[in-house]
């Protein structure tokens, strides 16, 4: 009889090919991990563990690796930690937007332990936003899992939850792609990631808030060598009130008004842009993109303008996804 499918032996062999690739995006067996350590360090790589042990409201809790996002531990600064905290908090009062940008993201990453130092440098004054401390709290705890008890770690969860607990620590152990085998004491984990095989999401991007000389919407998603992305974007921004020309989908304005240039640092006016990291390259998204070759680190997108952007109006909806990435934040 003639063969029309695989053989018994190349059947095994496929399964066991998918069921690798899928335990290291987290969703069975074994879960590829990323640990933002105490003292700045970034490790990744298949962990040992397959659960995490918490106490929740007085209960004992147990979460499966693949059920989680991210773990944000809320332990005191280190010594590291607090220099940063105090530099970051500095460098996002000056005058230097660059400067200030590349603080914020720091003090992202570190996370819980910024909330009380953050929450002490405001004055209540009758100007407030555009301030990026304003994002920066937002990206450190959203609204739904902030609570009075400063000390609770928390935890994002895969079906959109949150929990705010104590986390029962444990060493973490990773192992490299090249079996290089790294332990993270548990008094220096900050931040625990799973990576996904799929991150997907819908955000607003502000013309107003959103835009390239105020500040970069932070994704919350975190890409890899191995990331494809994917984003389409919809809507219409006013970049002058009530001046139609001014006005354009996420593609940008094709055709300013006579006299004025036709690009702004590059790209068109109102153009959704994407990058890679707070320094990372500007790329034009939008309508829609597609890439391949995006890099690894923090994913963030903007409204392209330059610094008069007061009168701006309107918002784009993104809808974005992300193949082998982290999940470590909401959209802020």
Known sequence: ???????????????????????????????????????????QGTLAAATLKFTVAGAAREVALRDLLSLHCAAPASA????????????????DFKAAEAAAAELADIGLPVL????????????????????????????????????????????GGTLRGKWTPVDLRLRAADGAETTVPAAAVRRLAIRREVVERTFELQALHDCTYVGWLDTGIATTAASTLRADATGFVRLSFDEDGWATDPDGIKEPLPGKRRLQEGFRWGAVLGRVGVAGERWFAGRHVDKADAGAGRLYFAVNDNEHWQNNIGSYRVTLRATAAFDVGDAQ
């Open 80 to 95: 590291f930690e607090a220099a940063r905290i105090d530099a970051g908090l500095q460098a996002i009062a000056g005058a």
């Open 1 to 43: 009889m003639r063969r029309t499918g695989p053989g018994p032996i190349a059947v095994v062999l496929l399964a066991l090919a998918s069921s690798a690739a899928r335990s290291q995006d987290g969703q069975t067996g074994a879960c590829l991990g990323w640990v933002r350590t105490t003292d700045g360090r970034d490790v």
């Open 116 to 159: 009380t130092p953050l929450l002490r440098s405001f004055v209540d004054t009758d100007a407030h936003e555009p301030d990026p401390r304003y994002r920066l709290f937002a990206r450190i705890v959203p609204g739904r899992a902030d609570q009075a008890d400063r000390a609770l770690d928390l935890v994002r969860l895969a079906d």
